[in-house]
């Protein structure tokens, strides 16, 4: 159950509450909301003291979210998440372009992308350093040196950069180079001590949804960061595995007024991996953002056919600044602004 109290409510008088519900050995979550203290418990609570919370006079409401999902839940939060990344802030009011090669290959060709994706307008720098390719034979990532290339290469051009992390044994190396949010990817969405690792970090995160996962496993893969400490979470929608083959994978927009209802957290799209082709992923970009998404994220190569991962999805560093300038105009036309 969400305890939420009424406005005004003292710390002190919150604290004895939590203490109170602690004495029936239940776990309890602290919101980071400022407007009011917000509790949430994360065990079943015993219906004498659920009767007995709902009737205190500073308790306003109690919500009991549908699913057991508790500090992800709109509940919660007064308001939706606001995540800022240096100077980029995510969030309600504001729209995020997200824009690199899938992986990192060298550090002129990253120097050359990351001064495009700064020149469009994009706001977040990214390049895969350890990569989850479905054959062993393929290019694996350049691991470390990966990371070192991508941060300089976004400190040069004044980008927080975002990188996939796969490993739990990798945080360090993470933290070391300062990444600034871990992306942990569709094959990892339910690697559950991966999650746990991550979220002690105390990075923001970008956790993209599962290659074959339900809206419900995503939401609890994202309830296991907020569990473990993590506030920044950045869900995304990828594309999920259909019946259909003429795209890579199948594009879930239902996802994004959907998720509006269910979290406080926000959502942005790849319409990139998505559809794996580079021409649907303007459009898809459009379509994202006029239903609601917090941004895009979009793979970008000086030559595709010489990428060496993903290359038929890349857009071309041109294609990316119309990709952006569109942003801006949907951005403007729903009331937000590129951040
Ligand atoms: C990526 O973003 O580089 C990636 C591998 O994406 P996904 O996990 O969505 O397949
Ligand atoms: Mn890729």
């Known amino acids: 159950m969400i305890l939420r109290f009424q406005r005004g409510t003292t710390v002190r008088t919150m604290q004895s ?54 500090l992800i839940a709109p509940e919660y939060r007064d308001s939706q998440t606001r995540i800022r990344l240096g100077k ?94 871990f992306q942990i990817g569709a094959r990892n969405m339910q690697n559950f001590r991966l999650l746990k690792a991550v979220a002690r970090a105390g990075k923001a995160v970008l956790l993209k949804r599962g290659l074959a996962a339900t809206v419900e496993e995503w939401l609890y893969a994202a309830e296991y960061l907020a569990a473990g400490g993590c506030r920044d979470i950045i869900l995304c929608e990828r594309g999920i595995r259909t019946f259909e083959t003429a795209t890579r994978n199948t594009l879930d927009l239902t996802v994004l007024p959907l998720l509006r209802e269910m979290t406080h957290l926000p959502v942005i799209v790849d319409p990139s991996h ?6 649907l992923v303007a459009p898809l970009s459009r379509a994202s953002i006029a239903v609601g998404a917090q941004g895009v994220a979009v793979e970008v190569h000086p030559t595709p056919s010489q990428a060496r991962s993903d290359g038929p999805q890349a857009l071309l560093p041109h294609e990316l600044t119309s990709l952006v300038a569109d942003a801006r105009i949907q951005a403007a036309i729903s009331g937000r602004r590129l951040a």
């Open 17 to 70: 509450v939590r203490a109170r519900i602690e004495s029936e050995g239940l776990r309890v979550f602290e919101s980071p909301e400022t407007q009011r203290p917000i509790l949430a418990i994360v065990d079943k609570t015993p219906p004498a003291l659920f009767k007995e919370l709902e009737a205190r006079p500073d308790v306003e409401n109690v919500a009991v979210p549908k699913a057991s999902w508790r």
């Open 88 to 181: 980029v802030e995510i969030g309600p009011d504001t729209v995020i372009v997200i824009a690199g090669p899938c992986s990192v290959e060298g550090t002129d060709t990253m120097d050359e992308v990351a001064r495009k994706v700064a020149k469009s307008g994009a706001q977040l720098l990214r390049g895969g350093a350890f990569k989850p390719r479905t054959s062993p034979y393929a290019f694996q990532g350049f691991g470390v040196e990966g990371l070192r290339q991508l941060k300089d290469a976004g400190e040069k051009f004044e980008l927080p950069v975002v990188t996939e992390i796969m490993d739990a044994s990798d945080v360090g190396a993470f933290l070391n180079h300062d990444i600034d949010c």
């Open 274 to 279: 998505a559809a794996g082709l580079a021409r």
